[in-house]
């Protein structure tokens, strides 16, 4: 992860999040829209796929400010998308099924659970706080199967059918509405993120990472940031939660999976930690890979996916998004 440089935000006068947005280049961002809609109409056929993947690139969005900015390592990340998803499907099965209710209700959820369980894992370091999450999601899984009557166990919570988005938009049996629903989801929360991750907060967050002795030095409250910044993850975790719930109709147990939460560290690793843009290129390269040798090899599809993480670690450590930069350095040239 590169250092903080004076030239990152203006460090005089009051800090303008609007002047910092108007004093960066936005043509990277309007390329991965424009890449984004490509798929609609290129992938007319695969759209619950497609869709699968920008859920997805959420939820590892809200890791990166966790473990790219913070520091913090984490392998139970799946328990706070886990509360998103099952907080969302209780709503609209019990309360409305209104898509932007169920979001917010998902959100909240999150980042109560995130929270709660931020008071403790903010507390530990290293090996615990993995092992401390691990065990949390597992906790929750092991309620979701028992809780029955309310979760529906092992089979999976259904029977709920989402409203028309702003009573408008009904969702589909091709799943156009539902793509367009989270593109624009996606869209919001990154460029929520980009301002986050630029704010003095997010300077923050990433002084923690780089030196928690130098950040006490300076006054900084070190453990009540991180739970800030934990629990600000949970609400985006469950958010991909809540859309995942939305548009499957179905919530199981499995959305706790310790393997989930492995499968989003090794997204973010692949594109590059410590920058939202690594979290898109990470995710999308991850899924599509995956979701392309699982279909030739249904069994050994994981060969794929472990060459893959070992050709990036080995070659670009710094994760996709230091790909170019790592080619200058190879060829003698500046970066």
């Not at 009540?224 to 995942?244: D, M």
Request: glycine share 10%; charged share 10%; with cysteine.
């Amino acid at each position: 992860m590169s250092n903080i440089s004076p030239n990152t935000i203006p460090n005089t006068g009051k800090f303008s999040w609007i002047k910092y947005l108007k004093d960066r280049p936005l043509w990277v961002d309007l390329a991965l829209i424009a890449m984004a809609v490509a798929c609609y109409f290129l992938f007319p056929y695969s759209l619950a796929f497609v869709t699968r993947v920008l859920i997805v690139m959420i939820f590892v969005l809200s890791l990166d400010l966790v473990l790219g900015y913070a520091g913090v390592a984490t392998l139970g990340h799946a328990a706070l998308f886990g509360t998103g998803a099952y907080a969302a499907g209780l709503f609209a099965l019990h309360a409305t099924a209104s898509p932007i209710l169920g979001l917010l209700v998902g959100a909240c959820a999150a980042s109560v659970v995130a929270f709660v369980s931020g008071l403790l894992l903010m507390r530990a370091h290293g090996l615990t706080v993995l092992m401390l999450s691990i065990a949390f999601a597992e906790v929750l899984q092991e309620i979701s199967n028992q809780a029955g009557s309310i979760t529906g166990g092992a089979d999976g919570l259904a029977g709920f059918i989402m409203n028309p988005i702003l009573g408008i938009f009904e969702f589909d049996f091709i799943g156009q509405t539902g793509f367009w629903y989270v593109l624009a989801v996606l869209i919001a929360v990154f460029i929520f993120l980009k301002m986050v991750v630029a704010s003095p907060f997010g300077l923050a967050a990433r002084g923690i990472h780089q030196s928690v002795v130098r950040m006490r030095a300076i006054g900084t409250g070190v453990y009540w940031k991180l739970v800030a910044i934990y629990t600000l993850s949970g609400a985006i975790a469950g958010i991909a939660g809540a859309l995942s719930a939305q548009i499957t109709e179905l919530v199981s147990p499995e959305v706790f999976a310790t393997s989930f939460s492995a499968e989003v560290v090794i997204m973010l690793i692949l594109g590059g930690m410590g920058r939202l843009y690594g979290a898109i290129i990470g995710t999308a390269l991850f899924m599509v890979v995956h979701h392309t040798a699982a279909s030739v090899d249904p069994f050994n599809w994981l060969f794929v996916i472990g060459g893959l993480v070992l050709v990036v670690v080995f070659f670009v450590p710094a994760g996709l998004l230091a790909l170019p930069a790592e080619i200058k350095r190879r060829m003698g040239r500046p970066t």
